[in-house]
């Protein structure tokens, strides 16, 4: 799941865990530049078309947790905060706020004259609007949880919102950075039959125009934008599942930005004439991959049988094969290099003896002779499945496939159009294993992901894990402030989940975007190259498309 934002918007908040010490660098050299001449000062005009391996699912943010749908909320949607270059927390639709001496209540006061795209005004109650919808039990949406901490919320006047907690909530500031609602157009209604659905309305720097389904959705700039209209007018999102396909439109003009693989970013764009015409840029994503066990399948229900299938997984290999190197290897939840990082976890590295070893401790044996462990007359046998559109996910499944063979452990590998992976797969929990990865953010709480309670319908713990220890470990990372004392407490919940192996973490990647050179104004910066996109602009004489 990549996540490119126009601003580092927080829709996808709730679905991550945490990046800082982020490095982001451009693929450039002086002489690509040469012969380009000023661009001039920033003008408006042309359009920027983006390539995905994914289409949205739903575009209203309190019904969807696929980044998909986030890229286009961050363009139409705005919260009350967001974070700027450097991952710092910055004003959206709020001005400032202030925040209680005893951390219990936050006002925020609300940026006047703001208006929804159909042109009715922004105020506080779309705020408390918005907070009603979450904690509804009617609305089935996997973000309820922290705004389930407030006490009260009140619009106080058209322009400031207060909010107070039952008990301090050291994720409760971020957590405002949810994309607010209109209340003018969802109050009243079944939130799960809206049109906003597919047609949605914010207060963002880019209005929806249009969503054909599978192939594209188009946003044009929004005149009217309390910062001011982006450059770019237009915005192009095309739905182009295959990863050599979407290249080949790169190179033929029909793409301005996509995320590179690693073959192609390392091999296949390293000449003068690609030079020319794009920009490469590499820096470590805010995210990691892993192979996730359903941990109601019987067979899974045993943590030595976890760990023996993360000691026979080659990760590196994976990293080398896949990745071409442009990665590393994960071991929990969190950045390797950022503060909440515990380095000093159990490891797995390849070993497939100790994995034959555990499995055998397990009870696990080829009673057969058919070359696959079995016990109690049951195979060790499963489906992984991921979703199509990631040639990462897929390739990194072949080798795990090979490489569990190898200790007696009969894998298949399913690949499934990203909607109906969603709908038939992982909201219900009807897999036995998946590879994903989930995106991160600034703020280490994983309560969403790892929480005993997180594992209903449309939830985000769909691997069902439940310890208690980490449920205290959770609850305790949330309610503190200081930051030595939350690492003591995230130190130990990483070590939980090293222990337990409810994943087996692969691989933190490369982000490896490619933008047309005719873009100018890209900053590159600790939250990457999207944070600033209404900045972006061509000059004049650039320009390729003139709507």
Known sequence: MSLPSNRLGLVGLLLMVCCLGLGCGCDRRDDDLAGQGEAGPPVAGDTLIMGSGSDAVNLLPVLSSDSASSDIQNFVYNGLIRYDKDLNVEGDLAESWDVSSDNLTLTFHLRQGVRWHDGAPFTAEDVLFTYRLLVDPKTPTAYAERYRQVAEAEAVDAYTFRVGYHKPLATALVSWGFPVHPKHLLEGAEITKSPLASHPIGTGPYRFVAWQRGEKIVLEANSDYFEGPPYIQRILYRVIPDASTMFLEMQSGGLDYMGLTPLQFAMQTDTPAFRRRFRKYRYPASAYSYLGYNLRRPMFQDKRVRQALSYAIDKQEIIDGVLLGLGQIASGPYKPGSWVHNANVQRYPYDPEQARALLTEAGWQDSDGDGVLDREGQPLAFTIVTNQGNDQRVKAGEIIQRRLSEVGVKVKLRVVEWASFLKEFINPGNYDATILGWNITPDPDGYNVWHSSKTGPRELNFTFFKNAEVDQLLEAGRRTFDQA???????????????????????????????????????????????????????????????
């Open 485 to 547: 004392e939350r690492k003591r407490l995230y130190d130990r919940f990483q070590e939980i989940l090293a222990e337990e192996q409810p994943y087996t973490f692969l691989y933190v990647p490369d982000s490896l975007p490619v933008v047309a050179a005719r873009f100018r104004g890209i900053q590159p910066a600790p939250a990457g190259i999207m944070y600033n996109f209404n900045q972006w602009y061509v000059p004049k004489q650039e320009q390729k498309y003139l709507r």
